[in-house]
């Protein structure tokens, strides 16, 4: 008997820890894309920390703007300079958490999932809710999303003289693989 | 006048090629670049820990030349490797992408790399564990 509520506790308690793990990335991947007639524009960042409590759902990402690249040189000048004042802003954060994360149903089938919380750029900080998916394979935790972020909103000014070149809402592509982290 | 509106032609097709070639130009060869800075990937991430304001207006946009151990695997795309992590502290580290795939697809121990500073990830009241002095264009020196 005492075997038997010794085992159980013990298992009890692996599962329970495993359920607590923190998973995290300093390799997330987030481009943004502009289309318009006259011309198409994105940029890539391969270095976004992103980082998931397994037992809360609680989500954050963190983003240098200056590791955003673009193929041409003046065009990520203008980005730092003078679209996204980099030098003062110099990165973007996200804080949230997977509304109703329960870690158990993570399978390696993708999982639709509502992410809310708050973006903050261009030193505007602006609640968001957005849709995506979790996928759990190999251990690890595959997040992926695509949305839709207006520049107005975080007052990033574009010039008139450009304006037609820029989209009005660029679509940003978020996908990250998240490691359990081991202190 | 009328001599005059040939020249002013000519002016402004070669100022609108020149601004054709500036808007489309590419980045810089980093290899080209001399690095205004060289250290350790570890005195590096410290400078940044003691002061990042004052890090990060001498080195943010600048050429710099890191040397250390590499952490971890190398990121590879089609069996060639793009980015690295060199860093003897696995909580703070020097985050390293390179300008052009790498032909080697192995890495020695200890290497050194020069690249563009993008700055530093790091943020004491978040939920993210220690920082990362991120590179950006790099070439392998050694």
New interface residues.
């Given amino acids: 008997m005492k075997t038997t509520i010794i085992s159980a506790l013990a298992l009890f308690l692996a599962f329970g820890a495993s359920a607590q793990d923190?998973y995290?990335t300093?390799?997330g991947y987030i481009k943004f894309y502009s289309s318009t007639p006259i011309e198409d524009i994105e940029a890539e960042n391969?270095?976004v920390?992103a980082?998931l409590?397994e037992a809360t759902g609680?989500l954050?990402f963190?983003?240098?703007i200056?590791?955003f690249?673009f193929?041409?040189?003046?065009?990520?000048e203008h980005f730092n300079e003078n679209y996204m004042e980099s030098?003062t802003f110099?990165?973007s954060?996200f804080?949230g958490e997977i509304v109703g994360f329960d870690a158990s149903k993570a399978s390696d089938k993708p999982m639709d999932v509502t992410v809310k919380g708050t973006l903050e750029m261009h030193g505007v900080s602006k609640e968001i809710t957005e849709k995506g998916t979790v996928t759990k394979k190999d251990g690890k935790y595959i997040l992926k999303s695509k949305m839709m972020v207006n520049p107005e909103d975080y007052k990033i000014e574009i010039p008139n003289t450009v304006r037609e070149k820029i989209a009005k809402e660029l679509e940003v592509t978020i996908d990250v693989t998240l490691a359990i982290?081991k202190? | 006048m009328k001599k005059l509106i040939p020249i002013l032609i000519l002016t402004a097709a070669i100022g609108f090629g020149i601004g054709t070639y500036l808007f489309s130009k590419g980045h810089d060869e980093t290899a080209d670049i001399e690095a205004v800075f060289s250290m350790t990937a570890d005195n590096a991430v410290q400078e940044f820990l003691d002061d990042q304001t004052a890090s990060a207006a001498k080195y943010i946009d600048q050429v710099i030349e890191i040397s250390g151990p590499v952490m971890g695997e190398p990121e590879k795309t089609d069996g060639k490797i793009t980015a690295v992590k060199i860093s003897s502290d696995d909580m703070y580290v020097v985050s390293c992408s390179f300008q052009n795939p790498l032909e080697t697809a192995e890495l020695a121990d200890n290497i050194t790399v020069k690249g563009v500073c993008s700055g530093f990830n790091g943020d004491a009241e978040s939920m993210m564990p220690g920082g990362v002095l991120e590179l950006k264009r790099a070439i392998l020196i050694k």
């Fill in positions: 923190k995290f300093r390799d391969h270095k920390t980082i409590d609680k954050e963190s983003a240098l200056k590791s690249e193929e041409k040189a003046l065009m990520e030098n110099p990165k954060t804080k982290f202190k």
